[in-house]
């Protein structure tokens, strides 16, 4: 354990084994660290906030203050951070806004320098966030989602899984899982094709999502109509029935 003489450490902090804490990093009450953790210089995390283990937290980063919300009373709530997670440079993470619940951030996670996690997040395994995107409160993005720099997300938003946002996006509808979007305002362009790829997608997989996914974009049907001939005209494999499940469960509506 290497933890710097300038560091400050509140007596109730945890630290598991092997863990490093930078110079002027303040760790606040109830914090606790996972075994070999590593803590950069000039770091705040506070109000009881976990952090897994093999995380990497880097200079400035912000972790578990009190959301950005006017007239917020203080309550008991917190962060929880999944072990692998990178935090780079001044990324900010703002606790829940309600009592005894957790902003959560999955496990082998990259949160890239100036991102900004709002309260109540839920942030799933593997999701890379990159520069200075701003997620608003209540948002949920699945599994192994790319968001791409100086994108800004609405609120209660819900990005899916192996979908990738191009940078200087707006989003303030729901993204489709497999999907790539981009532009302001966000336009639907077709299948993650290269991150589906990556990830080991069979090329009948990746054909299936990419027949529904035109199916979606076609302007002389609605979204009813698409699903409806999505669901007529295609196989419904796993992958398939989770995205007609995606659509027909979003609410706010989803980005086309």
Known sequence: ???HQNAD??????????????????????????????????????????????????????????PQISEFKDIPSTVEI????????????????????????????LLMAYAHIAHD????????????????????????AFISGIVGVHQFIRIGKYSMTGGMTRITQNILPFSMVEGNPARLRGINAV???????????RAELKKAIKLILQP?????QAIEKIETEIEMSEEIRY??????????????
């Open 121 to 144: 997040c839920r942030i799933h395994d593997h999701v890379i966030i990159v520069n200075s995107a701003g997620i608003s409160g209540y948002v949920v993005v699945e599994e192994h």
């Open 220 to 224: 002389e049907l609605n979204t009813s």
């Open 9 to 66: 450490i509140h007596p109730t902090v945890v630290l598991g084994e092997n863990v490093t804490v930078g110079a002027f990093t303040t760790l606040g009450p109830g914090v606790k660290i996972g075994n070999t953790t590593t803590i950069g210089p000039n770091v705040l995390i506070t109000n009881g906030t976990v952090v897994g283990s093999g995380c990497n937290i880097f200079h400035g980063a912000s972790i578990g203050g009190d």
């Open 82 to 109: 999944g072990e692998n997670t990178v935090v780079r440079e001044y990324v900010t993470i703002h606790r829940s806004a309600k009592e005894n619940e957790k902003t959560l951030i999955g496990k082998d996670c």
């Open 195 to 205: 991150g589906l790829r990556r990830s080991d997608f069979s090329p009948k997989e």
């Open 243 to 256: 995205l007609v499940n995606f659509i027909k469960k979003s609410d706010r509506g989803i980005v086309k």
């Open 1 to 3: 354990m290497a933890i």
